[in-house]
């Protein structure tokens, strides 16, 4: 029985049966969608936001006021925002010399080491500062030369004075 069909009968039927299936799911499931896509009325209508009333326009007293930027912060227009000029920092090298420091310290605490060692003398010392201080000269004359010079009083196994850590730096 199923040979008197030819394939084109048989999707044609198939055709027919989804096109009226669908008809009938579309009427009853999306029937007030389709009154509107034929109805005359074709402007959508505005969305109703409730919360429009509740909370308020900007810049308007609400029950529990506008709100409060943290205190140092302003709002300020795109054509207000304004950055000033590079000024000449003192502290320029500050960066270069606060890596150099650490430097410095180990290789005074090598130094300390080695004269403790070998008994060293204060000769010794700066004939051995004499290469620490001609490798970082930038620390001459700086903050961080007072320091250093306060970390060698403290650390040197004999009495240095201000006026011969001074030289050393030279």
């Given at each position: ?10 999707l ?53 006021g ?21 000024e ?43 290469l ?16 250093l ?13 201000d ?8």
């Open positions: 029985m199923l040979q008197q069909f030819t394939w084109q009968q048989f044609l039927v198939a055709l027919l049966l989804a096109v009226a299936w669908y008809a009938v799911v579309i009427l009853l499931y999306y029937r007030n969608g389709v009154k509107k896509l034929f109805s005359r009325q074709r402007q959508p209508e505005p969305l109703r936001r409730e919360w429009d009333e509740e909370i308020g326009q900007p810049g308007e007293e609400t029950l529990m506008s709100t409060r930027q943290p205190e140092g912060v302003s709002s300020v227009a795109m054509d207000e925002l304004r950055f000033s000029a590079k000449e920092d003192p502290d320029a090298g500050r960066d270069i010399r606060l890596g150099e420091v650490p430097d410095v310290l180990e290789e005074l605490k090598t130094i300390f080491r080695i004269l403790e060692k070998e008994d060293g003398t204060k000769e010794d010392f700066i004939s051995l500062f004499a620490v201080s001609a490798r970082y000269p930038q620390i001459k004359g700086t903050p961080s030369q007072q320091a010079n306060g970390y060698i009083r403290e650390h040197v196994l004999f009495p240095v004075s006026e011969e850590l001074d030289r050393l730096w030279e």
